[in-house]
């Protein structure tokens, strides 16, 4: 490779015998000096081998400027106020790395989707910490939940927008629904499967349904994305009832066993099913959360001596996800799960069963397996999503009042608080 006046951070063209590549040069390791490292326009970092390179080009320079934060103020729109938490939304590519980092400024996000101005004013911004969704824990969602009550009980502000990483998101959104009680207002969450750098960014169209959806009558924590692949709607989806089902589509949220409450476009919104209505009075927090509580999933041949180590340290409550409609390892297995399961809840242990099919729900009275699993006392939780369900014993245990009384913890979590149970369930 000829010496070159290239920097990490340019955008260059590598000139190899066959074939030229465009992209941004990153930082080599110091592991692996001799490789050039390509960022590509598709996202994907490629290395070639340095004695192969024949010219680097520079396209264009690397500017390091600080972005200045302007966030536009327009009193005739209607006023949301946003709360950003960290993800790939409010990211971009670390050229010295390779690696997706948060901005430096998280309100700068508003710099590269300037559009959501159009459609509304956004009056305040809360940044209550910068997080991969995999790093939060129900401290986090009891901190969003504490910023999001004052910002809906401002008389002034319409909705709220959440910006957020797409991992545990739906986590975050059961969280939330059964945190913010009697709601008022629309709770938007929205994210980004791909970083601001990227041509493919989906964050503009979901800021965008996020602001229309944040006006709307809807008086419910929903997640609002991609309808599908392409850039022309989102849906509004209900927060107790939403799973991540891809790693990197835009349209990795769906709704299951249910439906989404809207379709939003970024000018107008439809409605698709029934919904709690905007309404008066005061949004108060619940935030209560039992942290020993833990999700196991069911396998072939799992051996139920898992359980004495929760037992063991004290555990309030387990969701077992278990297969079909709702079975775990029963009489005739070599490691029936029954006895072990009856003894742990003698001693106190509340255990719940979802189902791992993820559509549907449990009934565990059409088999003997089921039936005697049901004997010892778990609570078949319908329809509910697992993820819903660990969250929902968590918060139904982190009330002392609820917690003391094993018949009061099983009826807490066959009502339906939040959207997480359906009577009938959607195709
Ligand atoms: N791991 C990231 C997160 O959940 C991915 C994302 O933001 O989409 O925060």
């Not at 465009?22 to 050039?36: A, C, N, Y």
């Not at 709220?160 to 059961?174: A, E, R």
Request: proline share 4%.
């Amino acid at each position: 490779m000829e010496k070159t006046n290239a920097v990490p951070g340019d955008y260059v063209e590598l000139s190899l015998v066959n074939r030229d590549y465009q992209g941004m040069l990153l930082e080599t390791p110091e592991s692996e000096k001799g490789i050039v490292l390509l960022k590509l326009d598709s996202g994907y970092n490629i290395g070639f081998v340095k004695k192969e390179v024949i010219e680097v080009k520079v396209l264009k320079k690397f500017s390091e400027k600080k972005e200045e934060l302007e966030i536009k103020k327009d009193s005739g729109k209607p006023n949301v106020a946003m709360i950003i938490t960290g993800g790939t939304i409010a990211a971009r590519l670390n050229p010295r790395k390779g690696g997706v980092d948060w901005l430096d400024n998280p309100e700068s996000l508003f710099k590269f989707y300037p559009e959501i101005f159009n459609l509304v004013n956004v009056s305040k911004v809360e940044v209550p910490f910068m997080k991969a969704s995999e790093d939060m824990d129900f401290k986090d969602w009891q901190k969003i939940a504490r910023v999001a009550v004052k910002l809906l009980n401002d008389p002034n502000v319409k909705g709220i927008i959440i910006t957020h990483g797409t991992d545990f998101l739906h986590y975050t959104s059961s969280a939330l629904s059964f945190f913010l009680r009697n709601l008022n207002k629309p709770v938007v969450l929205t994210y980004s499967q791909r970083s601001i750098d990227r041509a493919s960014s989906d964050a503009n169209l979901n800021l965008q349904c996020s602001a229309i959806a944040a006006i709307s009558d809807i008086a419910e924590v929903m997640i609002v994305g991609h309808a599908s692949e392409n850039d022309d709607f989102c849906f509004a989806m209900p927060g107790t009832k939403v799973r991540k089902l891809h790693t990197s589509r835009r349209d990795a949220f769906k709704v299951i066993n249910g439906k989404p409450f809207a379709k939003v476009f970024p000018d107008k919104i439809i409605n698709v099913s029934e919904y709690n209505r905007r309404k008066k009075g005061k949004v108060k927090v619940d935030a209560v959360f039992e942290e020993k509580v833990a999700l196991v999933k069911i396998y072939p041949g799992q051996n139920p001596e898992i359980l004495d180590y929760y037992s063991k340290e004290k555990y309030k409550g387990i969701v077992l996800e278990m297969s079909g409609l709702g079975h775990a390892p029963g009489r005739r297995a070599r490691n029936s799960w029954i006895r072990k399961l009856a003894e742990i809840q003698k001693k106190g242990m509340i255990v719940c069963a979802t189902s791992q099919c993820i559509n549907g729900r449990t009934e565990p009275r059409i088999y003997s397996n089921g039936r005697e699993l049901l004997e010892t006392g778990i609570i078949y939780l319908e329809d509910m999503l697992s993820e819903t369900a660990l969250v929902k014993l968590g918060w139904v245990l982190g009330h002392k009042d609820w917690a003391k009384n094993r018949d009061a913890v099983k009826a807490k979590m066959l009502e339906n608080v939040a959207g997480e149970i359906s009577e009938r369930l959607e195709s």
